[in-house]
Every structure is written in structure tokens, then in C-alpha cells.
């Protein structure tokens, strides 16, 4: 009975490397900006690769909502607090309809922090409604990316978007970057 459960338990520990170490197979070097982040289409002066796609909804506020979004993801990619803060507090700034007060809530926890695992904490609750507002927000061109990391959240998971395929994880950043999987495209 001990060598069965230490059997399960080294299986277990083994899926989870493996589901977490994968990376795409395709070469997505090309989608990496010379800062080591994701090119998103905040960068407007700069063309984005053929692989990573260019968003907008139908509502130009939606749109820049999401290029906020962007922006704090990937400072949390960074691990980079003070950004994740000034980035948050410019997301803040947009949510100004009421329909956004519960989307305002988390961002402002995580405007009000420099800490990353606290922002990580609240980005949790952002992405999910933020995956909510993309899936109920007509998508005018382009596409994104829902992601998952099984080991983020204690272990619990969480989902985030993104504009590429590529996993960069922005729960764990450069400790567990490409952990995840796309879990569906929108």
C-alpha cells in the first residue's frame, strides 16, 4: 500500500512538470519584444508578428480596457510591482460606468499594492471577469487567447488572456513562465 501511494504521488508530481514545462512546438520567438515582454497592441508605432493577433471591439472603450488589461499582465509577466500599480491605476481610470464596479474593485487592489503576490491575487478575480466581458463584448478583429496555469492559486488555477498563444504566465513570471495551456480563443 506505501509503494502504491508512492507510486500516484510521483505520478502526480510528474504530470504536473510535464503539463507545466510544455512549450508550444511552434517557434514564437518573433512574438517577443527586445524587453523580454509580449508585444501587444499597446505598441502602436511597432508592427506586431504575423502570430500574434491585434484586437478590437466594437465599443472603443472596451478596446481600451483590454489594452490596459495588457499592460498589467504583462507587467505581473515581469514581476515588476510599480509597473503592475501604474498600470492598474490606468485601467482604474477607464472603468468609469457603473457596469464596471465590480472589475474597479480588483483593480484598484491592485493599484494600491506594489507587492506582486498580492496584484497576482486580485488579477486572479480580474481575468475571470475580464474572460466575462470579452466573451459577452463583440470582437470586431482579431483574436485572444484564454490561458490556464493548474499550479497557480495554490494549486487551485487560474485563467488569464492573452493576445498570443505563447504561454507567458503572469502568476509565476520568469519562476514558471511558460506553465499554462490555451484553454480556448475567442
Known sequence: MKNLRSHVALSLVFALYVACSSKSSEDHSQMVGTDGHEMHQEVQSEALPETATKVAFKDE??????????AVKDALIATDGEKVSVEAKKLE?????????????????IAESTDPKVQRESFDSLSDQMITLAKS???????????HCPMANGN???????????????????????????????
Do not use: H
Open 61 to 70: 472603450t472596451t478596446s481600451q480596457i483590454f489594452k490596459a488589461y495588457f
Open 93 to 109: 481610470a477607464l472603468l468609469t460606468d457603473d457596469a464596471f464596479t465590480s472589475i474597479k474593485a480588483d483593480v484598484q487592489k
Open 137 to 147: 463584448s463583440e470582437l470586431t478583429s482579431g483574436n485572444l487567447f484564454l490561458q
Open 156 to 186: 487551485k488555477g487560474a485563467n488569464w488572456i492573452s493576445l498570443t498563444e505563447e504561454i507567458r504566465n503572469p502568476y509565476f513570471g520568469d519562476k514558471m513562465m511558460t506553465c499554462g495551456s490555451v484553454t480556448e480563443k475567442i
